[in-house]
């Protein structure tokens, strides 16, 4: 079995590191191929504009000057020449939960995996406020790969992904494994926060609130707040069922 | 009502001219704020590294360097100063369609006007092939209007975002408006180019094939190669229903 890890934090993350081990205990080949730079929040974006570089680290590891995706597709179609049998992304600095999953470059690394057609899967590690310099992958590490093994045996269906998140303790404190939905904040948090440079003009952080509001018990928020690991099954088929109804009679009756 | 404009071609682009226009023909106020620079291909992509830099161009007419996405959270967080009441993403050049929804900048830009609680709509003009340079938006100009109207007479469901295709034929060639699927191309299309640089190292582009199979007729694939208007509901909640059930049980007996 081949197996490509890839991430959103860069080449140089613990968090990569850290999947990389959690993928040799996996009966199988790993290969990573991961992005220069700190990639979060680039989504699904490929590089249309610009070429991509490809740099060499060691046997079965490469740095990529691009996006997550770009970097699953490299892999694929380059290194590996041919499809790997599973792809792995992460482990992400911080939780990928409700609309983070949107933004999320780790779990876009997932995606292109699943549309390559491909089992994959999007791993992340949930820390505690204020400890962003010091993420401990220790939860992830201990139950990553039973977790792993767990769901390639429930079988993955075909464009589908699993988000995997690991709450923010010590691989002891772990309550249990769930299955769940993907939840929703109860704001839209996204904010900008306006200074200026030193000729005086104005330029703007994005910044983003804190959640509020309680998650029903069922989805990926109140899972890993609760102590839980979170598997949320997601579907590349993005279509609104109960919208499709209503869209087409009032469509028709044009 | 405020009706908020923006788009992944940029700000010079004739695609978002026609949007201005087809939004000025509903009842309201147009605002457009658009990225300086093509972002095609850049998904939901937020710009967490660098910061953000706003530029006026005219009465309401701004330009952003970032991405639709920073383009919808800058209008609401501080240009309109809060949330517009309808936000339109387009008019693309080139259609959105199947897993194109999943990278394209356009349809990001709805995602986060729905994220952001108000209706939205992306908008796409599909091209004959090999006429990139020289695209009409007629077909989207002359029925844009009447479809916005009525997916918002139909309602759109909090959370949706309707992905909306014109075919490329001019506007009395069009058969119908269909509420369709989101379709899945039969193959995986991302492949690899390789070239040299003046130093003779390498570099690589990413390209992508042509489609090849038949799409089901209920898909978005089929309605525009049909000279239909397709009109896909989108859902944020990307869960995986079906794979939901097997999954849990997987988890549960561990």
């Known amino acids: ?47 249309l504009n610009d070429p991509l570089r490809l740099r060499q680290l060691g046997d079965r590891r490469f740095a990529v000057r691009g996006t997550p995706t770009d ?3 490299l ?26 999953v949107s933004y999320s470059g780790t779990v876009a690394g997932a995606i292109e995996g699943a549309l390559l057609g491909v089992p994959a899967m999007a791993l992340s590690q949930a820390y505690p406020r204020g400890t962003r310099e010091q993420v401990s992958y220790d939860c ?10 767990s769901v390639l045996e429930g079988g993955l269906r075909a464009g589908s992904v699993a988000n995997i998140n690991f709450p923010p303790v010590g691989p002891d404190e772990v309550e249990g494994v769930l299955a769940t939905r993907q939840g929703r904040r109860s ?36 899972a890993v707040r609760e102590r839980f690991i979170s598997v949320t099954p997601l579907s590349l088929d993005m279509t609104d069922e109960r919208m499709l109804g209503s869209l087409s009679s009032v469509l028709r009756t044009r």
Not at 18 to 24: D, F, M
Not at 140 to 148: K, Q, Y
Not at 200 to 206: A, D, K, R, S
């Open 1 to 47: 079995m081949r197996i490509l890890v890839t991430n959103d934090d860069g080449i140089h993350s613990p968090g990569l590191d850290a999947l990389a081990r959690i993928a040799s205990e996996l009966s199988g080949d790993v290969w990573v191929v991961a992005p220069e730079h700190d990639q979060s929040g680039v989504a699904h974006s490929l590089s």
């Open 71 to 73: 970097c699953v597709i």
């Open 75 to 100: 892999a694929a179609r380059h290194i590996l020449d041919v499809p790997p049998d599973l792809v792995l992304s992460g482990v992400n600095r911080g939780h990928n939960l409700a609309e983070d």
């Open 140 to 149: 992830a590490e201990a139950h990553g790969p039973a977790v792993i093994s």
């Open 187 to 222: 704001q839209w948090r996204a904010q900008v926060e306006g200074r200026n440079d030193g000729r005086g003009n104005p330029y703007f952080w994005l910044t983003f609130g804190h959640e509020l509001g309680e998650p029903p018990r069922d989805t990926d928020l109140w």
